[in-house]
């Protein structure tokens, strides 16, 4: 009776923390969102961080931000530790909580910039808001060309990797791992008639970084 009671109370224990845990997740998200300092994300004060979250419970996901344009609360995943926003009609924050190997927690940021080709930036803090040195070696457009398929007796391959030199990728973070997603976008920034030509010979397939140690790790 005693073995049986004793059992009731520990998994009642172990689902009590296991509750408090994802809870802790949210508050974690939300708060460091909230309390992130205004020159990591200027577009947005603390104010109107705080007032999109609060909307978001009651199924409003947009408000008004500092400048007056309409900013929108895209995702927000507080198990995963992710949150998204559309801080204006042509930019993007995304922020996600990550671990490394011992388990300390670091803050990853995104910033993506649509003017009107899409290009990403990426940081890392700690949790008191220090940039902290995460490598990750940002993917250049080339890397996404099958050199080796193009024709040079009908296409000069010079001329493909030259326009090709100028890079416009756009980052995510993976929702439920510790993962980074690259995707090129540099045709987009090409003439038409150019991308016709270039684009037969160019991957659509997005690129996976995986965080080992303190180094982002392109995944075969």
């Not at 009642?12 to 974690?28: H, T």
């Not at 940039?131 to 000069?156: G, Y």
């Not at 090129?184 to 659509?204: G, H, Q, V, W």
Request: glycine fraction near 2%; include cysteine.
């Amino acid at each position: 009776m005693k073995n049986k009671l004793l059992q009731k109370n520990n998994l009642a224990i172990i689902s009590f923390l296991l509750l408090m845990s994802n809870i802790l997740y949210a508050q974690n998200i939300a708060d460091y969102y909230v309390n992130i300092p205004d020159i990591l994300n200027p577009t947005l004060s603390r104010q109107n961080r705080l007032e999109l979250l609060e909307y978001h419970k009651v199924g409003q996901d947009s408000i008004t931000n500092r400048f007056g344009n309409q900013a929108r609360l895209v995702s927000l995943d507080s198990l995963n530790r992710r949150i998204v926003v559309k801080n204006t009609p042509t930019s993007i924050f995304e922020m996600k909580i990550l671990n490394l190997e011992d388990k300390t927690p670091i803050i990853g940021i995104i910033r993506t910039v649509c003017s009107p080709v899409c290009l990403s930036s990426i940081e890392f803090y700690d949790t008191a808001w220090n940039q902290i040195p995460i490598q990750f070696l940002m993917p250049k457009a080339i890397e996404w060309a099958d050199i080796k398929s193009i024709p040079d007796q009908k296409v000069d391959v010079n001329w493909v990797k030259n326009m090709m030199d100028v890079s416009f990728i756009t980052l995510n973070f993976s929702s439920e791992n510790q993962f980074i997603i690259a995707k090129n976008n540099t045709l987009d920034f090409l003439s038409e008639a150019d991308r016709k030509i270039i684009a037969p010979y160019i991957n659509s397939k997005t690129i996976t970084y995986k965080l080992q140690g303190r180094t982002w790790v392109q995944l075969p």
